[in-house]
């Protein structure tokens, strides 16, 4: 990676800056020459002596200028300090089954989804890290019962548009109800079911970290098919829905030959019906969920590679092999040395300091695809095996992939790589935009993350240490703690709980964390924190900020250039990761500035003055001439403000 524009510049001057100076300081440091030093020509000698000296002085510049970013990246060595590598974005891919195939289909592990990049190079592939069992049976109808009456909820779970699985109040006895086509009897097989949680109203909640973090859900729900004369138990094999309250896949296994069709209005035909009955119900909030999909399972954007033939050992110390796909993803490499005794593994470390001589270890360096070997005293020397000379140490298997590329929008996932006997090509879909894919980690980002990570030592500990591990374990651009804070009780300080609230790199106005995301930094928090503290991670809470506004356009300037100037500069000044007033985005629990709003509005170029101004918040006009405060923790972020303005004179 080049370092040109993180080295520092701690003088500037060149050899002609310095030429000038010293010619300028000849008659204070030569007071002798009576009564002035007047030829300052190339000819004059002692000008050639300060033209030497000037070239001396920019060669030890440009060397200085050097050597303390060089320092400062071999103490971040010393430190144990690296780039994190890119890391690969994760997408739920639903399949369909022909009509002409089995009651139950495969999609066998490692299957591979492909989407087209732009400007036409490689494509994209994501990979299955597990089989799936797919269901022949099309799902045609989804019904909420709110133990009162089902409402028809298939359009709106087609569409992804949300709706409440167990209508507006869920209490105990209400249902969702799934039916799926009557044309072939049901099989005993294992149905695979993905739930979205509709986060842009408050779906996504906390994700609890540590062990029992699923032992206590809001709700208790019961998987239950028709067996013809009434609702019999399923055997549930997962779920991670938390009650159907946060994202996740749910398993059940369904008995042969026991389900009978019969239709329940306002479905018009019989059909094979599975329900979620709410047994008990402790819901602060319904759930509302986006859909809920069958045969469908996470892939990951990542390739794996078997067999590759790296070299053959010649039994010299610190030996170097290269990897011919990078980024390498975490503890996939599976290495294997042959020395006349047949393939052996060996085994990847962080660092060959703490490693005998006899030890089969080697470090790799996941960004560039680096093996290294040991010396014989930290790490053992492959031996050279004359037998299979230039072929001995073999990738018996590795993936690659990652970068913030694999974050495609929803509907892009709709290619089979290789195409799959029984599965329909044109059913093959992503409903939801792929997440959690980041780009490896910049010089800066590293020199700013030093200090932090040495402060820290891998312990979670205060405000500072949660954020910095937040941000480290997933695509988040900002994250904060709020310690003593609950998301179940927000007015009361609860000892020994974190909730740490992640903002995402997104370009949206209103950044929000998948689930998946959530869970990635949980993970990472739960290897960081003390025993005794409860760790929740939270997405953001926004509140709307619009702002309309009516300006004196200078005689000179182009009125509706201006007016979008300031709607720009408002756009940029409330957007949650790059607004606010340093531009770093807008600190959590911020109020809204009137001075500096109007500020904003009046250093547009062309704004002669302004005539009035008014801050709403979630619609609400605020007082004018009045800060705006906004709920604890918080973010504001706008879409759409109304800027309107008129030259001086005009009406």
């Known amino acids: 990676m080049p370092l040109e524009d993180a080295i520092p510049v701690l003088d500037d001057r060149d050899h002609d800056a310095i030429l000038a100076e010293m010619r300028s300081q000849i008659a204070r440091y030569t007071p002798e020459w009576k009564p002035v030093w007047t030829d300052i020509n190339d000819s004059d000698p002692g000008i050639t002596m300060l033209q030497v000296f000037a070239w001396l002085g920019e060669t030890l510049a440009y060397r200085m200028n050097r050597v303390p970013d060089l320092l400062y990246l071999k103490f971040l060595q010393l430190l144990g300090v690296e780039l994190t590598p890119a890391r690969p974005a994760q997408v739920e891919i639903s399949f369909g089954v022909k009509a002409t195939a089995p009651a139950t289909v495969q999609v066998p592990r490692r299957t591979?989804?492909?989407?087209?990049?732009?400007?036409?190079?490689?494509?994209?592939?994501?990979?299955?890290?597990?089989?799936?069992?797919?269901?022949?049976?099309?799902?045609?109808?989804?019904?909420?019962?709110?133990?009162?009456?089902?409402?028809?909820?298939?359009?709106?779970?087609?569409?992804?548009?949300?709706?409440?699985?167990?209508?507006?109040?869920?209490?105990?006895?209400?249902?969702?109800?799934?039916?799926?086509?009557?044309?072939?009897?049901?099989?005993?097989?294992?149905?695979?079911?993905?739930?979205?949680?509709?986060?842009?109203?408050?779906?996504?909640?906390?994700?609890?970290?540590?062990?029992?973090?699923?032992?206590?859900?809001?709700?208790?729900?019961?998987?239950?098919?028709?067996?013809?004369?009434?609702?019999?138990?399923?055997?549930?094999?997962?779920?991670?829905?938390?009650?159907?309250?946060?994202?996740?896949?749910?398993?059940?296994?369904?008995?042969?030959?026991?389900?009978?069709?019969?239709?329940?209005?306002?479905?018009?035909?019989?059909?094979?019906?599975?329900?979620?009955?709410?047994?008990?119900?402790?819901?602060?909030?319904?759930?509302?969920?986006?859909?809920?999909?069958?045969?469908?399972?996470?892939?990951?954007?990542?390739?794996?590679?078997?067999?590759?033939?790296?070299?053959?050992?010649?039994?010299?110390?610190?030996?170097?092999?290269?990897?011919?796909?990078?980024?390498?993803?975490?503890?996939?490499?599976?290495?294997?040395?042959?020395?006349?005794?047949?393939?052996?593994?060996?085994?990847?470390?962080?660092?060959?300091?703490?490693?005998?001589?006899?030890?089969?270890?080697?470090?790799?360096?996941?960004?560039?695809?680096?093996?290294?070997?040991?010396?014989?005293?930290?790490?053992?020397?492959?031996i050279a095996n004359p037998d299979n000379p230039g072929a001995n140490v073999v990738a018996a298997s590795y993936r690659y992939g990652g970068g913030t590329s694999g974050n495609v929008a929803a509907g892009t996932l709709t290619m089979l790589r290789s195409a799959l006997e029984g599965i329909d090509d044109a059913t093959v879909v992503n409903v939801r935009p792929s997440y959690g894919g980041s780009d490896e980690e910049t010089i800066d980002s590293a020199k700013l993350r030093a200090p932090a990570s040495v402060r820290a030592r891998e312990r979670a500990v205060t405000t500072d240490d949660f954020e910095l591990f937040a941000v480290r374990a997933a695509n988040i651009a900002r994250a904060k703690a709020f310690p003593l804070y609950h998301p179940q009780f927000p007015e009361t300080p609860i000892p020994g709980v974190v909730t740490v609230v992640v903002v995402p790199r997104s370009d949206s106005a209103r950044p929000v964390p998948s689930e998946g995301t959530l869970r990635t930094v949980c993970a990472e928090l739960q290897q960081r924190r003390l025993l005794t503290t409860e760790v929740y991670v939270a997405p953001p809470t926004y509140q709307r900020v619009s702002v309309e506004v009516r300006v004196v356009v200078a005689e000179t300037a182009d009125q509706a250039r201006v007016l979008r100037e300031i709607d720009a500069a408002l756009l940029a000044y409330f957007h949650p990761l790059t607004g606010g007033d340093a531009g770093t985005g807008w600190p959590f629990g911020g109020a809204v500035s009137f001075s500096r709003v109007f500020g904003k509005v009046l250093d547009v170029p062309g704004v002669d003055s302004v005539d009035h101004l008014f801050v709403s918040l979630d619609g609400v006009e605020q007082p004018e001439c009045r800060d705006v405060p906004i709920a604890a923790g918080a973010l504001v972020f706008s879409t759409a403000h109304q800027v309107s303005g008129a030259y001086a004179g005009e009406a």
């Not at 009897?185 to 970290?209: I, K, L, M, N």
């Not at 019989?270 to 402790?282: I, K």
């Not at 030996?319 to 020395?339: E, H, I, K, R």
Request: proline letters at 8%.
């Open 112 to 382: 591979q989804v492909i989407a087209e990049t732009p400007g036409g190079g490689p494509p994209l592939v994501f990979e299955a890290e597990r089989a799936l069992t797919c269901l022949k049976h099309v799902r045609k109808t989804v019904l909420v019962y709110d133990g009162a009456a089902h409402t028809d909820a298939t359009r709106a779970d087609a569409d992804a548009t949300g709706y409440e699985p167990f209508g507006p109040a869920a209490n105990a006895g209400a249902a969702l109800l799934l039916g799926f086509d009557a044309t072939e009897p049901f099989p005993q097989t294992e149905v695979t079911f993905y739930a979205w949680v509709d986060s842009e109203h408050g779906g996504t909640s906390p994700v609890t970290c540590g062990p029992g973090a699923d032992r206590f859900r809001p709700a208790t729900l019961r998987w239950q098919y028709w067996d013809g004369t009434d609702w019999a138990e399923l055997t549930v094999l997962e779920d991670r829905t938390a009650a159907l309250t946060r994202s996740g896949s749910i398993v059940v296994r369904t008995p042969a030959s026991a389900l009978v069709a019969t239709t329940i209005a306002p479905a018009p035909e019989p059909l094979f019906w599975l329900r979620a009955l709410v047994a008990s119900s402790q819901y602060e909030r319904a759930p509302r969920i986006l859909a809920i999909r069958p045969n469908t399972m996470t892939l990951t954007q990542m390739e794996t590679v078997e067999g590759e033939v790296l070299g053959g050992s010649n039994g010299r110390r610190d030996q170097v092999f290269a990897l011919s796909q990078t980024p390498v993803l975490d503890g996939s490499l599976t290495l294997t040395v042959d020395q006349r005794s047949g393939a052996e593994t060996w085994r990847e470390v962080p660092d060959l300091y703490a490693q005998g001589p006899a030890d089969p270890v080697f470090v790799l360096n996941r960004t560039t695809g680096e093996i290294r070997f040991g010396d014989g005293v930290h790490g053992a020397v492959p």
